[in-house]
């Protein structure tokens, strides 16, 4: 690892921090906590309150807009006063700090830049009590402190536990639970693998699938009174068991070019997941003890996500498609398609006091409305032209405050209601 800029001393970092936010009105900012990839609890919804339930005509106020973090597709993540994400800069990935007026406090590489297919960076730094997590497209694994950029361990996983890249390269965003760093080498003896997360050592791997890594970000989740990490594999979802990484269920799911992305969705005994072309699934998980057995209540090809994101909200799951309607929603029980339609394209998407914000590949925001009866865009805008290629990065809404990443550009808007703002 190799230093891009010289770090700035901690102290120095946090009070220009403090000092721009301040200035910028915005102090309430530094509360926000959303410290991975789709926020604290990797569900993807804000409990931001207080937020605009509609927009300006012309978009809410641009508060800055920050360059020079690479290019890539990852998004954002939000803790301590600092921002970080990640990028391609010259040969190498840069992650990236930033403080909440968007100057840059310090950038340090992980290891080569990704020029797999559509280059950029694909994974979202994971903050966890002072240190950051980060996984390239390479498989290179490093923890840094997250204040000052300073490396503290790193490792190779597909060198050291024999995995096996995939073909737009590695893309999950670490998961961290408790003492353990989670990653997917996808090697033929350890499909999965526990790092611990203060020294980098092997706590345990999953040696019960062979399948390759998918491009999926694990979760956790709790069923049947055992904590488990549920993700996708190339061509299939899984489980494990978080604290021993026996493997709990399987369930097959192919697509072309094993294109498994989307974070699985948990909810009452059933996980949920989709993919391009082959759509989505319901499965229903075996009560504790039954053995790696998993039942499919239902598949439909009616939402086949990509990338974009699916969410789960009151028994409705919500999200864009790429062959089938570009925008759709389906009853969670049955997989029955409430409706389909353009919406705004292929979007991805998040969730904040009640809202859906979705940014699809040409620039184009929307505020939504979420309803099983229709798509309802409240309020529309395109963010400012000049990043490059489509804009596939999650939206974060942090601190009253809209973050939206297209290549090497971070737009940050002002999103917070005040008096006289549009209310509910």
Not at 125 to 134: E, F, Q, S, V
């Amino acid at each position: 690892m190799h230093t891009i800029l010289a770090h700035r001393g901690a102290a120095w970092s946090a009070a220009l921090a403090f000092a721009a936010c301040t200035a910028a009105g915005a102090s309430r900012s530094a509360t926000c906590e959303w410290p991975q990839f789709h926020g604290p609890r990797r569900d993807n919804k804000s409990r931001e309150t207080g937020l605009l339930a509609r927009w300006p005509a012309e978009g809410p106020k641009l508060l800055w807009t920050a360059k020079g973090i690479g290019e890539g597709f990852s998004t954002v993540a939000i803790t301590g006063g600092l921002i970080y994400t990640t990028g391609n800069v010259g040969r190498s990935t840069a992650i990236s700090a930033l403080d909440l007026a968007g100057k840059r406090q310090w950038q340090v590489a992980n290891g080569p830049a990704c020029r797999h297919e559509h280059p950029g960076t694909r994974s979202t730094p994971t903050i966890d009590a002072g240190r950051l997590y980060h996984e390239n497209a390479d498989g290179d694994l490093v923890c840094l402190d997250a204040k000052t950029g300073k490396a503290i361990w790193s490792r190779n996983i597909l060198r050291d536990f024999h995995g096996r890249n995939i073909n737009w390269g590695l893309a999950e965003s670490l998961l961290v639970d408790g003492n353990n760093v989670i990653c997917t080498p996808g090697g033929p003896g350890a499909g999965l693998a526990a790092l611990d997360k203060a020294t980098g050592r092997t706590v345990w791997v999953c040696r019960d699938t062979q399948d390759k890594p998918g491009y999926c970000s694990p979760t956790v989740i709790e069923h049947g009174g055992v904590r488990q990490i549920a993700t996708f594999m190339a061509r299939s979802v899984i489980g494990v068991e978080a604290a021993t990484g026996k493997l709990l269920w399987r369930v097959e799911h192919h697509t072309p070019f094993d294109e498994n992305i989307t974070t699985p969705i948990y909810h009452d005994g059933r996980v949920f997941v989709s993919s391009r072309t082959s759509g989505s699934m319901l499965v229903r998980l075996p009560a504790a003890g039954a053995g790696p057995s998993a039942e499919v209540v239902w598949k439909t090809r009616a939402m086949d996500n990509q990338h974009g994101g699916v969410l789960l909200l009151d028994g409705y799951l919500y999200g864009a498609s790429l062959r089938a309607s570009p925008w759709g929603c389906l009853e969670f029980k049955t997989g029955k398609p409430v409706y389909g339609g353009r919406g705004i394209g292929r979007a991805s998407m998040t969730f904040a006091e009640g809202m859906l914000y979705l940014l699809n590949h040409r620039r184009g925001v929307a505020l939504v409305r979420p309803s099983p009866e229709r798509f309802e865009a409240v309020s529309r805008f395109s963010i400012p032209a000049g990043g490059r290629g489509p804009s596939w990065a999650h939206p974060v809404v942090c601190g009253g405050r809209l973050y939206v990443r297209h290549s090497d550009h971070l737009h940050c808007y002002d999103v917070k209601r005040r008096d006289g703002a549009a209310g509910r």
